[in-house]
């Protein structure tokens, strides 16, 4: 991908109380029984200002989330279980972004914290990261299903995206593969399809324009989800491969990419698709988990970047960087259309899986959902 413009039975909380050699060390409030209010109405409980952020402390979240927490490592690492299903978890690390949420790698917003020998995490990472992956629909209204698919073939025209020229790729090419595969799969399920692009063009004359344009197309159509499809670079580095899934910062939160750059590009105004922040987060954990599952790459994460295709939404986005056209033997995969029906299948399967959720959540008799088919034995090529 080129590079884009900023522009939940409630169980009995165990204390967190670290083992081994640091004990000693009290790590938040003693044993707490059942609020007397849902969870939905309450949240965490912010404990701690730390700059302009407000902070809750495990125990807190543990407890909204109907979740026990233990240090699996003392001081250094504390993780959230749900009893139910062991498989549903958050592991957190003191003084750290990178988190590891049902197994899968998902970067905080801001670092979560150790004060006093307790873990604390920002508010806006627990209510709009870690509560949306592991209690999907907690303290938030629930959106119509699913009817109406955006699918965002990234570039176009004079915008080819990154290449391999010495295996003659352009992302451009392969995104919109991607995508008309991925439109047959979601039109036959029954969902409703509409595409930023079919051909090979541009979208406007230049990038910001094209950007922009994106999710005008989305919105005129009544969207309900947004995927825009790409293929990552990093050259000159040629090792990297993997996936990565992207949504928007919440409002007060960094791009990914400013740490490492050491440039705060925090955005104090919302954009019209923080409304949606849960949601996406929803939807980018279903794309996450099934495409990994498809594809078997290198687990890059789950990040947060300030994409203007995805600014002014009026539904949940994603962007899905599924692998790396910088990596020659990841490239060469892509090349292939076996690999390429694999990941609109992956795709086909998250949006198939986000609509699951919610209609899990939704009370009463369920509308028919659309039923995803099993990919075809047959590739078009």
């Known amino acids: 991908m080129s590079s884009f413009l900023r522009p939940w039975s409630w169980l009995v909380l165990a204390a967190l109380v670290p083992s081994g050699p640091d004990a000693s060390v009290a790590a938040d409030v003693p044993v707490r ?15 701690l200002r730390l700059g302009n952020f407000d902070y809750v402390s495990a125990t807190d979240l543990a407890v909204w989330l109907g979740l026990k927490g233990a240090w699996t490592e003392p001081l250094r ?14 592991e957190i690390n003191v003084d750290n972004r990178d988190t590891l949420i049902d197994g899968r790698r998902v970067l905080l917003g801001n670092k ?7 873990l604390y995490v920002s508010r806006i990472d627990a ?36 290449e391999n020229k010495s295996l003659g790729l352009q992302e451009k090419d392969l995104a919109l593969d991607v995508a008309l595969r991925l439109r047959g799969l979601l039109e036959k399920a029954g969902y409703k399809v509409v595409m930023t692009r079919t051909t090979d063009v541009a979208l406007g004359p230049d990038l910001t324009t094209d950007w922009t344009t994106r999710s005008l197309i989305a919105n005129h159509a009544g969207a309900d989800l947004f995927v825009s499809i790409h293929f990552n670079s990093l050259f000159p580095d040629t090792k990297t491969t993997g996936t990565e899934v992207f949504t928007f910062p919440p409002q007060f939160q960094r791009s990914d990419q400013s740490w ?38 290198t687990d890059r994460g789950k990040k947060l970047k300030h994409l203007a295709v995805l600014r002014g939404l009026n539904c949940p986005g994603v962007l899905v960087e599924s692998a790396f056209l910088s990596n020659d033997a990841e490239a060469r995969r892509v090349a292939t259309p076996e690999f390429r029906q694999q990941i609109a299948g992956a795709l086909a399967a998250g949006v198939r899986d986000y609509g699951a959720i919610l209609d899990s959540l939704r009370p009463g008799p369920q509308p028919p959902a659309a039923t995803m088919a099993a990919p075809a034995a047959s590739i078009s090529r």
Do not use: Y
């Open 112 to 118: 979560a914290v150790l004060r006093n020998g307790r």
């Open 260 to 297: 490492s750059e050491g440039v705060d590009d925090t955005e104090r105004m919302p954009s019209p698709v923080n409304r949606f922040d849960h949601w996406s987060a929803v939807l980018a954990g279903a794309m996450h988990r099934d495409v990994l599952a498809a594809l078997q790459t």
């Open 127 to 162: 209510e709009k990261c870690i509560a949306p992956l592991l209690r999907p629909g907690l303290g938030v209204p629930l959106p119509p299903p699913p009817r109406i698919i955006a699918l965002d073939p990234g570039h176009g025209g004079k915008f080819a995206g990154t």
């Open 33 to 47: 029984a059942r609020p007397t209010r849902p969870a939905a109405e309450t949240g965490p409980v912010t404990s």
């Open 77 to 90: 690492k504390l993780t959230l279980t749900d009893k139910a299903n062991p498989d549903n978890r958050a």
